[in-house]
Each structure stands twice: as C-alpha cells, then as structure tokens.
C-alpha cells in the first residue's frame, strides 16, 4: 500500500512542471485576451474613474471566470509542487 502511494508521488512530481507550464501558458493567454475599460491613461490616473467598472456579459464573462479558474488550479499546482 505505501509503495503505490510513493510510485503515485513520483508520477505526480514528474507531470507537475508540465501541467504547471500549460496553465502557465493558458493564464497568460486568457489574461491577454481580456480587453481593459481603461486606456494607458488609467494607469496614472487619468481617463474616466468609471469606465473600470461595468457588468460582465456573455463571452466576457466566460473568459472573466475561465481565468480565475485556470489561476486557481495554477496557484494549487505550485503549492502541490512545493510540497513534493
């Protein structure tokens, strides 16, 4: 029984910098297709104060919620990596 779950934790630490680099990959794709409200004048106060908060719809929404799924699983990958 202990040696299944040694060979089942070698498996896992040999996959997890694989899975580790997709999510990786997949966040930043998903954070960059995300579009901004505020220009690069928001960045530094400028632009319009309200114009960064507006209600998700539809595909934005979706995109809004994958990448807080995918950043989750990201986040638990490498709390899983420090662990083994």
Same mark, same amino acid.
């Given at each position: ?21 997709? /999510?990786?990959? =997949?966040? %930043? +794709?998903?954070?960059? !297709?995300?579009?901004?409200? #505020?220009?690069?004048?928001?960045? @530094? ?17 979706? /995109?809004?919620? =994958?990448? %807080? +799924?995918?950043?989750? !699983?990201?986040?638990?990958? #490498?709390?899983?990596?420090?662990? @083994?």
């Amino acid at each position: 029984m202990t040696s299944d779950i040694l060979f089942g934790m070698e498996i896992l630490s040999g996959i997890l910098p694989y899975i580790q680099i997709g /999510l990786s990959a =997949l966040l %930043i +794709a998903l954070i960059l !297709l995300q579009k901004t409200g #505020a220009g690069v004048g928001g960045a @530094f106060g400028g632009g319009d104060f309200s114009s960064g908060f507006h209600t998700r719809r539809g595909f934005e929404k979706t /995109l809004f919620r =994958l990448t %807080i +799924a995918i950043g989750t !699983l990201f986040v638990v990958s #490498a709390f899983l990596a420090f662990i @083994f």
